[in-house]
C-alpha cells in the first residue's frame, strides 16, 4: 500500500462539494456522512486504480474500463473494494457517452462497501469538477489562514494582559473550542481554561459525536482499512528539548493511520458511562486522565524526548506541548475535533506560555544556584552578588490589582521585569531587577521600584521598595519609584500605620469639629476665613475649635501640637 501523503492544503467537505449547483452532482449510494472530506479529485479508467491512488480521492471515472458482462459477475465489487483499500473517499460516475446510467450493479457495490457514489451529470466535465474542488480548497485554505492570524494576534493580546498565563489558555480555549491546562514540572495542573467535556456518544457537550479515528472521518470505521471505532494511535514527533512543538503526523481522511517511527500506541478509553462535568473545572475522566498521561510523554526526560504529542480519548483529541527549554512545563489541549490550523494555533499558544513561565536568564542557573547554597551556608550578600551578573540592583514590589498572588502570575511579573529572581510573599511579589533595566507599569499591577542599590544595601533598597509601593496605592498610580519626590517625614510610615495613628488621635472628635479643626488649621488659624469657608459665623468657629482643645486635652496654640494635628488629619479619611 503507499504512503499516504496529505496535501498541505485544508480537506473540502463532500457535502460542500455535493451543494454546488453548477455542477448538478447528486449522490446515489454510500453513506451521506457530512464529515466525509475529500484531498483531491483524480481521474481513472484503469480497472485497478488502487496503485494511482494516494488516499483521499474523489476519483471520477466515465466507465471505459467496464466489460459489458460486468452486471452479472463481481468486476464492480472487486473495483469497489480496490478503491476503498486504497483510502479513496469518493467514487464519481459520468453519464454520457459511455453509460447513459449508473450501473446498478455498482451502486450495489458502493452501498456494501459504504463508499460514496456520485451522479455526474452529462453537461459537467471532470474538469469542471476537479476545478471546483480546488476553488473550494483555496476558499478553506483563505478561512484557515485569517482564522491563524486572528488567533494568533488574540493570543498575543492575551499575552500582554494581567494575569497573562491564564488569559492565554483562556484564548486558546476559545479558538480551539475545548479546554485548555498548563501542567507544572511535576505535572500537577497550574492553570486551565475552557469548558469541560462531557462524554456524550464520544461528542463533547454542545457538539455532535466525532469519529475517533482519521480513517473515520473519511468514509466511517467498519470499512477495510478502518480502525477500530473509540481508538487512534498516539502520535509524537520526536525533538530535543527546548525545541517549538512539530507537526504531529496525521493520516489522510478515507484511510487507515499507519505505524511509523517514534510513534507511540495507545488504546483510547471509548465506552465509559457517561459523567457528568461542570464548566471551567476541566475533563472528567478518561479525558482528564489520558491528558495527563500525554503530558507525561512530551516532558523532558532525556534525549529524545518528542515536543509536541496527540492521542483520542472518548471521542476527544488531545494534544499536549512541551514548553521551554526543559523546565517541565506542558501545554494540554482536548478539543472535540482537530480543525486545520488548530496545531499552528496551539504553537503559538506553546511559545507564549513558554515565554511567560520560562526562565529569563540574568546569569546562569547555576549562577544563582551557587548564590543560593553560598547564602544558605553562611555567606554575605556582597560575597555572592557578583554570581548574578551586576553590581547594582533595583527591589520591585509588585502587589496585583484584582487576582490573589500565585507562583504563575509571579513568575509572569518577573519575565515582564526581565528577572528570573522573585519571591512571592503573601500579597506582595518581590522581584530583584538589574539597575540597567528600567521597571515599566505592568497591566493589572502596582508597582513600587527601590532606588539602584549594591549587596550591602539591600534590605534598605526591600524598605525603599514597600514604601514606594504604598505610596503607589495611596496615590493610585501604576508604579512609583523611591527617591522621585522630596522626601519627607511621611515616607516612613506605611500609610496603614498613619491611618491608624491618626484615627487612635482624632476619635473624640466628632465629623463638623474633625472638618473645622482641618479647614482652621489650613487657614493657619484665620477665625474669619475659616467662617467664611464653613458657611459658619466666626463665633461658632471659636466655640468649636475651642471644643477640639478640650476633647483632645492639647494646646492649640502650640505649633508642635497644630503639626502633629495636621499629619494626623492628612491621614484621616471620615
Known sequence: ??????????????????????????????????????????????????????????????????????????YFDDYVARIVAAGGAALGFGLAPVHDTVPRALVEACDTHELPLLEVPPRTTFSGVARAVWQLMAQARLAELRRVTEAQQSLAAAASRPDPVRAVLRQLAQRVGGWAVLYGPEGAEVASAGRAPRETGGGLAGRGPQETTAAAAGRGAGHPGGAAAGQEPRETTAGSAGQGPRETTAAPAGRAPRETAGRVSQDSSAGHAPQDASADHGPQDPVAASLAELAAVVRPSGPGTPTSATDTAAGTHLAAYALGAGQGFVLGVAAPQRDPGDHTIASVAAVLLSLLTGEHQSGSGAARSSALVRLLLGAEPQAVAPLLGADRWLVVHGSPDAQPCDAVAASALGAALGSPLVDLARDVVRVLVPSDREPAPQPGWTLGVSAPATARDWPSADGQAARALSRARATRTPLHRHGTHRPALTDLLSPDEAEAHARALLAPLTPPLTETLRTWLSLHGSWDRTAVALSVHRNTVRQRIARCATLLGTDLDDPDVRMELWFALRHFAP
Open 1 to 74: 500500500m503507499p504512503d499516504p501523503a496529505v496535501p498541505p492544503t485544508p480537506p473540502v467537505s463532500l457535502a460542500a462539494l455535493l451543494a454546488r449547483e453548477d455542477l448538478g452532482l447528486r449522490q446515489i449510494a454510500g453513506p451521506t456522512d457530512r464529515a466525509t472530506v475529500i484531498h483531491w479529485a483524480h481521474t481513472s479508467e484503469m480497472a485497478d486504480p488502487y496503485p494511482y491512488l494516494l488516499g483521499g480521492e474523489l476519483l471520477l471515472t466515465a466507465g471505459v474500463h467496464v466489460p459489458e458482462a460486468a452486471g452479472s459477475g463481481t
